[in-house]
């Protein structure tokens, strides 16, 4: 069972900027997927930015050019670096992983991160 631990949330003001973290206790160059999923109150949880095999992102519309995500597979990390943050982007951010390619969805969970974005 591979281990998911988010770090780098907080409290910041709208335009600032903060780097998420996700250490994986796997080899994160073997995962076919990484990705950060983000859940605001009230809200259901969704897809932020996804990256396939540590190269190839996909990213939500609400974040294209203001978010990147990334992976450093020598250190097994995955980052989420989010510039220009807006009040909306305010929510409990989690990382995930899939092993393999499949409709099964993604395999391993972090406990989520707090993000707070202030006016």
């Known amino acids: 069972q591979a281990q998911m631990v988010e770090s780098g949330g907080g409290l910041v003001q709208a335009g600032d900027s903060l780097r998420l973290s996700c250490a994986a206790s796997?080899?994160?160059?073997?995962?076919?997927?990484m990705a950060w999923f983000r859940q605001a109150p009230g809200k259901e949880r969704e897809s932020v930015a996804t990256i396939f095999w540590g190269t190839t992102t996909n990213y939500a519309d609400s974040v294209k050019g203001r978010f990147t995500i990334s992976v450093d597979n020598a250190a097994n990390i995955l980052y989420l670096q989010m510039n220009d943050l807006k009040l909306e982007d305010t929510a409990v951010y989690y990382c995930?992983?899939?092993?393999?390619?499949?409709?099964?969805?993604?395999?391993?969970w972090g406990q989520g991160t707090q993000v707070t974005v202030s006016s």
């Open positions: 995930a992983a899939q092993m393999y390619p499949s409709n099964e969805g993604f395999d391993y």
């Open positions: 796997v080899q994160t160059s073997s995962l076919y997927a």
